[in-house]
């Protein structure tokens, strides 16, 4: 056979097997572009340090923050939304009972500027329950709460009953401000809200509670502000100057 019938027998062969050649002579893959890697195998994209996600059909990106920037929505963007807990570290938002034995819980007073006060009635400090009231009485409108919380760690001076209690406020003192019931202010057994109170608001108002009527003053949004020693009377200077500023504080 000729040379050039070889030639065109040589040339009708290769393209009978799918073969063709590169410049410098060796056989090239028929499938051009397959470099570039396969889709859905999560081939890492130069330069940007983006990762394409993996799997069939997902077309989504994600960049380097974690945050989806374009096709289905992945999990875990990385920036997560922080909510409130029930109760966070220092503030009054504490479950409590009343004289009646209802519950209330202190987050109700939100927006209210609180006066908490561990009462007692057989105190050389119980007359304080006076000016406790006329407290009451003079800031109610404008949004302060009193709280009395009767406790009997200090001398066994507040031995009643709730509904004793109850009776010597209105009949001795009239007092209509808000009276709880007995709770442990110190010791194994304090209360949380009084744990609180002593350990978890800023360090200048932490400590035990020295002695019956120990004042804390809370803020609208229920953190402690101040505190006042036991014979620190209600109405001084130096308490309605502390419940002026809190009370018209935004």
């Known amino acids: 056979m000729s040379l050039l019938g070889r030639t065109l027998c040589l040339s009708l062969l290769l393209s009978a097997t799918g073969c063709s050649q590169k ?3 060796s056989a090239a893959d028929d499938t051009s572009g397959a470099g570039s890697g396969s889709a859905g195998t999560g ?3 130069s330069g940007s340090g983006a990762t394409e996600a993996s799997g069939s059909g997902a077309t989504g990106t994600v960049d380097g923050s974690g945050t989806e920037a374009s096709g289905d929505t992945g999990a875990g963007s990385g920036s997560g939304t922080i909510t409130e807990v029930e109760h966070m570290e220092g503030r009054i938002d504490h479950t409590v009972k009343r004289l009646d034995g209802t519950e209330t819980s202190l ?3 939100r927006g209210k500027v609180m006066l908490v ?3 007692a009635s057989e105190c050389g400090l119980t007359p304080q329950y006076e000016e406790l009231q006329a407290l009451h009485t003079a800031y109610e ?6 709280l009395g919380f009767p406790a009997n760690e200090f001398g066994s001076q507040e ?3 709730s509904t004793e209690i109850a009776t010597f406020c209105s009949s001795r003192y009239g007092v209509t401000f808000d009276m709880f019931d007995k709770i442990v202010v110190k ?3 304090i ?5 609180t109170l002593t350990t978890e608001s800023p360090e200048a108002f932490q400590g035990e509670i020295a002695w019956n009527f120990a004042k804390f003053l809370v803020d609208k949004n229920g953190f402690v502000i101040s505190r006042f020693a036991p014979t620190t009377l209600p109405m001084s200077a130096e308490v309605t100057a502390a419940i002026e500023a809190a009370l018209t504080a935004p």
């Open 159 to 161: 031995p009643g009953t």
């Open 23 to 25: 410049p410098d002579g």
């Open 43 to 45: 081939v890492e994209s």
């Open 141 to 146: 409108a404008r949004g302060l709460k009193v």
């Open 117 to 119: 006060v561990n009462v």
């Open 107 to 109: 987050q109700d007073y």
């Open 187 to 189: 010791g194994v057994k």
């Open 191 to 195: 209360a949380p809200l009084y744990r």
